[in-house]
Each structure stands twice: as C-alpha cells, then as structure tokens.
C-alpha cells in the first residue's frame, strides 16, 4: 500500500563555550505497493549507527511494500562565527608549533584559518534518540496512512465480490437450460449418426435408447457447472469475512483469487452456451481486477 508521512524533532547543543543554537532532526518515510518488505534507508553520516535499530522498527511495524526511510539533521545558531573551544585552540597551538619546528618559514596560522578549521568542532548535541523519536512517530503515521488506503482498498474489493456475486446469480438459472438443450441436441446428433450408418438394423432399439440415455446423462455431468458455482461462492463468503475481519490478510487474499480464477476458468471451458462463456469472461474480468488490488494489501 502507498503512504506517505513525517515527522521532526529537535535537541540542543551542548558544551561551555558553545553558541546558543540547536539541532533538529526530519524523518520522512514513503511506501509504494510491493509483494514484500523492501526497506531503503537514507541516512546523513552522523546517525549511520540508528540503522539496526530503525531497520527493527519498520520490520515490526509492515509486512510488505517498498518503503524508503529518509532522515535529514539541520543545526542552526544565532551567531555565525563559531566559538572554539580551549581544547581546539590548545590543539591547533601545538600542531602550529611543531609544523614551524621543522618549517621555520611556514606562516602562523590566521583567525579566519583558525574560525575555518573550528567550524563545526564545539560540542554537539547527541540527535540519537530525538531521530528514534521522531521515527517512531513517522512510522506510526504511514501506520495510519496505510490503514486508511487499505480501508478504501476494502472497499473495491467488497464492490469487486458483490459483483461477482450478481455474475453467479445470473449463471444459476441458466444451468437447467443449458443442460436439457445440450442433452436434447445430443441425442438429435446421436439419432442421425445411427441413421447414418444404419445401426438400427443390427442393435435392438431398446438397447440403443438406453445407450443413448446413458450418454446424454454423462455428458450433462461433464458440462455442469453447479458445484463450480457452489465452490464460488464459497471462496466469496471467505474473502468478505476477512475484509471485516481485518488484520494481515495479503498472502491469504492472494490465495483465494487464485482460487477464484480457477473456478471461473473451469466455467469458461465447460460452457455449452454463449450465454454461460459471456458471464464466465465478465467473472475474470473481476477477478483479475481484484488481484491487481490485492497485490497492495497487507
């Protein structure tokens, strides 16, 4: 399921000498429908160490989808010239002193090379947990992003079974036509193919009517499609108990249309009548449109 959501925190900075100012943090986390989990993080170097643990909360919170997790830090002062501190200072004097020690002509260091080189070295604050925090608040969102797509996503799919429903409706009625026409149709071929060869002169005509009888019952079993109708239904019953039921329903929703499919096909090959072929094509139509959503649920 696709969903989009973000969320920020902020802590200050830290240390005796440094300027007031302080350091936020942004979590933005996207997701697009996948058949699996696929996680993307994009990280600034300073939080590379949050990556197990991030990854640990987006594997708890989704099953499936590409999701792609950004984190950006920004600081901001209220001065633009950095304070160094006594240590940077004490550092920069005795890196100064040895690189004259053996170059005696190398020029002293000058205060904008000293501010330069200081630039960013005071004490910063430590955006660990404010990013922790702020990701968990982002994740909770795309939570709740992805609850609302897979309600309207529920939805569709209870229009898709509805529909279905109203298919297998109109092919029950169609049956016992079907099948005393395909019957009646039998036998009149059957009659002129004994006619044909003249086999009425040879076999009794008792025994070719009870042939023939027995023929026209097998083949009404083999182009009734009561039980694939029955069996349809079924799966529909399935599929709208767990779309009110709710929860992890992916791999199991993906199962039941294979399911659906198969049964749709079925009716499709054993159609004896253009009526029956028509609605069997108008079923897979909502099937594969269903697939295509429930490529998208959880």
Known sequence: MTGYANAAASGGETG???????????????SVNGRFLDLALRLPDELRGLEPALRELLTGAFRRGKIELR???????????PAPTSEQLNRLSHHQGNVQGWLPSARPLSVNE?????????TTAKLDEPALD???????????ARA???ARLATILLERVARLRELAAQAA?????????????FLERWNEALAAVQAGAAIPAQSLHERAMA?????????????????????LDEIERLLKTGGELGKRLEFLI???????????????????????????????????????VE
């Open 173 to 185: 009625p169609l049956l016992p036509q079907v099948v005393q026409r395909q019957q009646a149709r």
């Open 114 to 122: 000293v501010l330069h080189w200081c630039k960013g070295g005071s």
């Open 71 to 81: 984190v950006a830090t920004s600081r901001e002062t209220d001065s633009a010239v």
């Open 258 to 296: 294979q399911e659906l499919q198969r049964e749709a096909n079925t009716l499709g090959s054993k159609s004896a009548a253009l009526e029956l072929t028509n609605l069997s094509v108008e079923m897979k139509v909502a099937i594969e449109q269903m697939r295509e959503q429930v490529q998208n």
């Open 16 to 30: 005796e000498t440094a300027p007031a100012s302080t350091a936020s943090v942004t979590v933005e986390a996207r």
């Open 148 to 150: 609302r797509e897979g």
């Open 134 to 144: 702020a990701a968990r608040r982002c994740i909770q969102g795309l939570r709740e």
């Open 215 to 235: 023929e026209a019952a097998a083949f009404a079993i083999r182009i009734d499609v009561a039980e694939e109708l029955g069996r349809l239904g079924s799966h």
